[in-house]
């Protein structure tokens, strides 16, 4: 299956996970080639015409953006961009970040506003296609001038063939990519350098990631709280369509409505209740859940934007004969919504570790620490320790990182967006949550099993939710090592087939 990168279609998030989950390759349409050989084509011209400098294009860049650079010299000046700027330390870009990197890269080329080579543009794709991935770091961007240090890193290797890849499963230098495959470093042309290099490609492949499996986790929230709701015999009547109906909050209802197709048929649910309300944790969820998936949905509209546009500098506009200097690699639009990503998501782990809280405190009949024999066994006492550690470095990550900037550049770039730490903090969050949602999962399907043993069943949908659990993480009746259980208990949500 092959996905056409074309200008005049709109890359959504969707479409992405339609890619990335079908192994798709990458081609570029026959506009897409058409527009930026027409960029070209104009900047070749533009520079023959124009007598004043043109910045990035026959000029330094940042505070030595008023140095000229001869004729003969700016092939040289974009190959020494990208091996000065490649300074990227810390932790590796996770690899399935890298290809988003890849793609949204060869996607921002396509609308014909950069002035790339056609070859360059097609070197990303074959990389993508291919799975010759960079070796990029986590630290170096201000998310300013675009991600300048990471994408360095990766057309270091990418273009220039310099540095390390990933390559059929192992790490080697990218030369002997180069040589089983026939391929020769790019010469770069003017500007080139600049356009690869600009951009905000780093931190929107996070944030698509990040989305990606937000949007995955807030269906999954649905479904834990579900199981929790009705292993904790609470009540169905806080999910009612015509209380929300008074107010509307469009992720509410959804939340809401999940809860109660999700509990439909259960005995537990059903049944007569002693207890008059539930604990905010479980009252209290569709407006959490409800808030997250708004959240999930505004930042999807603004990340769709993103990628969907030009986001390098200059910009060069052949059809009104121009060349602007602007700031649309400017990293804040992605730097405050993934901030703002992160609290929604951190927000469905602390809710998750509550209701896991809940579940341990021997209340409506659950034994303590969900064990028959506490005291001499510890039960689930310490798995809700990990998932409170965890909730609470999630808190720790989501202060914002889109409200700090560090001039730089001689003061030439004096407010930075700070989006590359947004970006990966909210990476972190989301895999915290995760793991604290495992968690809950371990819990809710061991206090489930002691309703069955009260003779009571859940809904169709929860109980075979569990018995495809049970598979791989058995009840637990006497204590044993539990990191074990936790582990496949994130496999488990991983794996698990999720559709809305």
């Not at 961009?81 to 330390?89: D, E, F, P």
């Not at 961007?141 to 991600?147: P, T």
């Not at 770039?413 to 590359?420: C, I, K, R, T």
């Not at 929860?462 to 049970?470: K, S």
């Amino acid at each position: 299956m092959i996905h056409y990168i074309n200008p005049d279609e709109r890359l959504t998030i969707a479409r992405v996970k339609e890619i990335v989950d079908n192994h798709m390759t990458l081609a570029l349409s026959e506009e897409a080639k058409k527009r930026i050989q027409k960029c070209r084509d104009y900047l070749n011209l533009k520079m023959e015409t124009q007598k004043e400098p043109i910045y990035g294009v026959t000029t330094g860049f940042g505070s030595l953006c008023n140095i000229s650079i001869s004729k003969e010299q700016l092939s040289q000046l974009q190959k020494n961009l990208v091996m000065s700027h490649a300074c990227g330390v810390g932790d590796e870009v996770p690899q399935e970040v890298v290809k988003l990197m890849l793609m949204l890269k060869a996607q921002n080329f396509c609308f014909g506003y950069s002035g790339a080579q056609l070859q360059t543009v097609q070197r990303l794709i074959d990389c993508y296609n291919e799975d010759v991935l960079p070796v990029v770091y986590q630290q170096g961007s201000l998310g300013a001038s675009g991600d300048l240090c990471p994408l360095a890193n990766l057309m270091l290797p990418a273009i220039l063939g310099m540095g390390d890849v990933y390559y059929k499963g192992r790490r080697c230098d990218v030369s002997e990519v180069y040589a089983e495959k026939g391929w020769q470093p790019i010469e770069l042309q003017s500007k080139e350098g600049l356009a690869l290099l600009n951009g905000t490609q780093f931190m929107s492949s996070y944030a698509v990631w990040c989305l990606l499996k937000a949007q995955r986790l807030s269906l999954q929230a649905d479904m834990l709280l579900s199981l929790s709701l009705d292993a904790f015999d609470g009540r169905i009547e806080p999910f009612y369509e015509s209380l929300h109906m008074v107010r509307p909050h469009k992720g509410q209802l959804e939340t809401a409505a999940n809860v109660r197709r999700f509990t439909e048929g259960s005995q537990i649910i059903a049944r007569h209740k002693e207890h008059v309300q539930d604990p905010y944790s479980f009252r209290c969820a569709p407006q959490v859940h409800g808030a997250a998936k708004d959240t999930i949905r505004y930042v999807a509209s603004v990340v769709e934007t993103e990628i969907n546009s030009t986001t390098d500098n200059p910009i060069v506009l052949p059809d009104d004969d121009m060349v602007i200097s602007g700031g649309h690699f400017h990293g804040e639009p992605l730097a405050m919504v993934l901030d703002f990503l992160a609290i929604a998501i951190a927000e469905l782990g602390s809710i998750s570790e509550r209701r896991t809280y809940q579940l341990i405190d021997a209340k409506r009949g659950l034994p303590s620490f969900l064990v028959a024999k506490p005291g001499l066994n510890s039960g689930f006492m310490i798995p809700q320790y990990a998932a409170a550690s965890i909730v609470s470095q999630s808190k720790q990550l989501c202060t914002p990182s889109s409200v700090d900037s560090i001039p730089s550049s001689q003061n030439q770039e004096d407010l930075v967006s700070m989006g590359a730490n947004a970006a990966t903090k909210c990476y972190r969050v989301v895999e915290n949550t995760e793991r604290v949602m495992a968690i809950e999962l371990f819990d809710a399907a061991q206090a489930l099993d002691f309703r069955h043993q009260e003779g009571l069943k859940s809904s169709p949908f929860i109980e075979q939710m569990v018995a495809d659990y049970r598979k791989c993480v058995n009840f637990v009746d006497i204590d044993q090592i539990m990191y074990k259980h936790i582990h496949a208990s994130v496999r488990f949500l991983q794996q698990m087939k999720v559709e809305e």
